[in-house]
Nanobody, 119 residues
Framework: QVQLVESGGGLAQAGGSLRLSCAAS????????MGWFRQAPGKEREFVATINWSSGEPSYAGSVKGRFTISRDSAKNTVYLEMNTLKPEDTGVYYCALQRRFSSRFEYWGQGTQVTVSS
């Protein structure tokens, strides 16, 4: 059974930093990409960043580009999200997701970790 376990959320002040981690386990298939999504209260879940598992090429939402950095450790099946210059609008539940190779969507999701940024 595939499990994605996130950690590293919490409370930060505006301008501060947090680092999220997500460890994937329980699968033997090849990963196409992993990513981070977030959901603010009363809003729909939105894309934050993804990383191609083979090449390491990242992709970012415009709202976080230049402030957030996604990276991965293939040996540990872990993806990270380094969040700097945090803003109150970054507040939300952050979800890790995994897309299998040859799949058209993110099929596996973590339970989410809360990030709260105070002004």
């Amino acid at each position: 059974q595939v499990q994605l376990v996130e950690s590293g959320g919490g409370l930060a002040q505006a301008g501060g930093s947090l680092r999220l981690s997500c460890a994937a386990s329980g699968h033997s298939f090849s990963t196409l990409q992993m990513g981070w999504f977030r959901q603010a209260p009363g809003k729909e879940r939105e894309f934050v960043a993804t990383i191609n598992w083979s090449s390491g090429e990242p992709s970012y939402a415009g709202s976080v580009k230049g402030r957030f950095t996604i990276s991965r450790d293939s040996a540990k099946n872990t993806v990270y999200l380094e969040m700097n210059t945090l803003k109150p609008e970054d507040t939300g539940v952050y979800y890790c997701a995994l897309q299998r190779r040859f799949s058209s969507r993110f099929e596996y999701w973590g339970q989410g970790t809360q990030v709260t940024v105070s002004s």
